[in-house]
């Protein structure tokens, strides 16, 4: 039987997740919570309601039809019963046959653009068996990742085989200081990083710089050591902090806590980089 996979959205023609115009699904479910995500609605791994608050005239349609007023089930009820749309079930199962066979249907776009499929979420190796499966049935098409790197070694391997391309964030060099920001220490992450540049694949690394947090020149100096004379890496893109990223909180029912100051201009040094001869660019 086809495994099953949570899935929170689908973009197509996307040009920033890899070579080429691509499709990247974005699936559920993150085992890091770093204090800057910008996709809070891909952290849990079931699906869940989104309510957006803008617009809502409080006619309480949704609490008549509600089943379950105390936990929501994500039933959907309320959904359908919004006159103004302001609610949706995100997170959406699929099978990694049908996922591919609808994925597929793109091909020649793909084939035209030297684009292709890029996974990305929340953390794709999280539901590693369904990745597995889909890569397996994608072969033919350009298939790439966008990963933390946070699973363990044998499946980041098997993930790993199964790609031609993978874009890897490298949040923070430090493992105490990664803990304390991202909820999990960097050991399984910088373990995987070292078999990625041993695999030969082509990647990208990416830092999202979070003002005060890894735009710090030491961290960037410990992050350049860890790339540098790496054949197969493209490049380092750094994707500074927008203070959009709390956007999103309120809609899954999450309180956005960013602990540090989201003002402070963040410090993108190139030059660091360019030092180790690594090619930089920022997004
Ligand atoms: S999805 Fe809506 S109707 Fe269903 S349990 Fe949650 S709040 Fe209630
Ligand atoms: S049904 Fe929609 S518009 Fe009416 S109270 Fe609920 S969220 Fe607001």
Redesign the pocket.
Known sequence: MSKTGIIFDIKQLAVFDGPGIRTTVFMKGCPLRCKWCHNPEGLSFLPQLM?STQ?????????EVCPSPEHCTACGR?VV????H??KICGTEYTAEALAKKLWKDERIFRMNGGGVTLSGGEPTAQWEFVLELLERLEGIHRAIETCGYCSWEIFAEILNRLDYIIMDIKLADPKKHKYWTGKSNERILANLEQLKCSKKPFTARIPLIPGVNDTKENLRMTAELLKYTDNLERLELLPYHKTAGAKYSMVNLEYAPRFDENQEVNAAVEIFERYEIPVRIL
């Open positions: 309510v617009g809502c005239d409080g006619c309480g349609r949704c609490k309320c019963a919004c006159p103004r302001l609610r």
